[in-house]
């Protein structure tokens, strides 16, 4: 079992930039795919990226490629996105989330573990 403390949200201007991170406890966190999601008011919450275990290989959704970068540090437990030239559509509250299945996917239902999330907003 895991457990996930976000953090690193806040306001910030259009074109700006946030790094969140993603502290998770326990010794087994490298064997855990990570993802993050975000849910902005009356809409559902929506896939953003994912990382496998090992950090080899990532995936985002195409609203946010070559903006917002995935990574992880194992030996921190820690995963994070940089975010970067922010838009107001940007703005929801920001969560993690770890599965142990392979292959990753980018569908909340297959993580069984997450955080209570982050608010990032984004000021035009």
Known sequence: QVQLVEGGGGLVEAGGSLRLS?????????RYAMGWFRQAPGKE???????TSSGGTTSYADSVKGRFT?????????????????????????????????????????????GQGTQVTVSS
Not at 45 to 51: K, L, N
Not at 90 to 114: E, M, N, Q
């Open 22 to 30: 993603c502290a998770a406890s326990g010794r087994t966190f490298s």
């Open 45 to 51: 919450r929506a896939f953003v990226a994912t990382i």
């Open 70 to 114: 995935i990574s992880r540090d194992n030996a921190k437990n820690t995963v994070y996105l940089q975010m970067n030239s922010l838009k107001p559509e940007d703005s929801a509250v920001y969560y993690c989330a770890a599965t142990t299945i392979s292959p990753v996917r980018t569908s909340d239902t297959f993580y069984g573990y997450w």
